[in-house]
């Protein structure tokens, strides 16, 4: 088991290493290309002076809403491309192993966990270390980015939808590992109606309480699980977790795998075998 002053030397060395990978970030971007905004820029340099920190979405001067660029692989990217960049980074990592893997792609992967810009956190910090070594709860606040404010906006949420490539009118934002406090007043579903948050974890915290998203072929509904007891009540009181179940949508008539992106993937497998036919057909590939 590690002792308490090992954690701390290995929660240090993670906070440098991730503070060096921001550093070196933050230069790049202010290296970027001709074109990029200055919203962006200045809210990437105001995360490293400590005067905002925010993920994924920043404000332009004019208050514009518009998205944070990261440098991946040497290129300043930016929404939809960024994410595919970031996976292609973290699939490179893995095949690689923790032996062979590129300093830079360690780096990345370190701080998509807790950079204050990186797009899979959405805070300005983790507040970890604090709950388990500092008594004040004050140090334990942890701000959400304005991504978590801005999916309340349908337009915001079409504009998403759209560069994600998903059909605005029927699509949604669905961000997991985030809190629902009911007890605040907030609802999985967002004022948007095109954007869910949800947590199944059951954590004294958050009110002992957790949200399941379930799709089927006949409906999208939310399942809110209750308080559990114990496995020695749930034996001997018969005590049970029954979760109360909201429809989200109702599909008018029930989606098959042609409705998915796996058919997609299927049509797209018949189109090039149709065409492999027509090439033999024409006498375009011989049969040898």
Not at 13 to 27: F, I, M, N, S, T
Not at 29 to 53: F, I, M, N, W, Y
Not at 177 to 189: F, K, M, Q, Y
Not at 208 to 237: M, N, P, T, W
Request: glycine share 8%.
């Amino acid at each position: 088991m590690t002792s308490p002053r090992g954690m701390l030397t290995r929660l240090r060395r993670l906070g440098d290493r991730a503070r060096q990978h921001a550093q070196r970030g933050v230069r790049g971007l202010l290296r970027a290309a001709p074109g990029r905004s200055p919203g962006t820029v200045e809210s990437a340099r105001a995360s490293q002076t400590g005067l905002v920190r925010v993920t994924g979405w920043a404000y332009s001067p004019g208050d514009q809403v518009e998205t944070v660029v990261v440098l991946v692989d040497g290129e300043p990217r930016r929404g939809k491309a960024l994410f595919d960049a970031i996976e292609v980074v973290v699939q490179r990592a893995f095949r690689k192993g923790a032996a062979a893997v590129a300093e830079l792609d360690r780096d990345l992967l370190f701080y998509l966990w807790t950079g204050p810009l990186s797009p899979c956190f959405g805070k300005d910090r983790m507040a970890t270390f604090e709950t388990y070594f500092v008594a004040d709860p004050a140090t334990y606040e942890e701000t959400k980015n304005p991504y978590f404010r801005l999916i309340h906006d349908r337009a915001f949420c079409a504009r998403m939808l759209r560069e994600m490539g998903v059909d605005e009118a029927c699509g949604f934002l669905v961000n997991g590992h985030v809190p629902v406090r009911l007890e605040a007043g907030e609802t999985p579903i967002k004022r948007s109606g095109r954007a869910i948050t949800i947590d199944g974890a059951f954590a004294a915290a958050y009110g002992d309480k957790g949200f399941s998203l379930v799709l089927d072929a006949q409906r999208i509904y939310l399942a809110q699980h209750h308080h559990f007891e114990s496995a020695q009540a749930a034996i001997e009181q018969h005590a049970d977790i029954v979760p109360t179940v909201s429809d989200v949508v109702v599909h008018e008539r029930s989606r098959t795998v042609g409705d998915t992106e796996t058919g997609d993937q299927i049509r797209a497998e018949i189109a090039v075998l149709e065409e492999l036919v027509r090439a033999f057909e024409a006498n375009i590939i011989r049969e040898s």
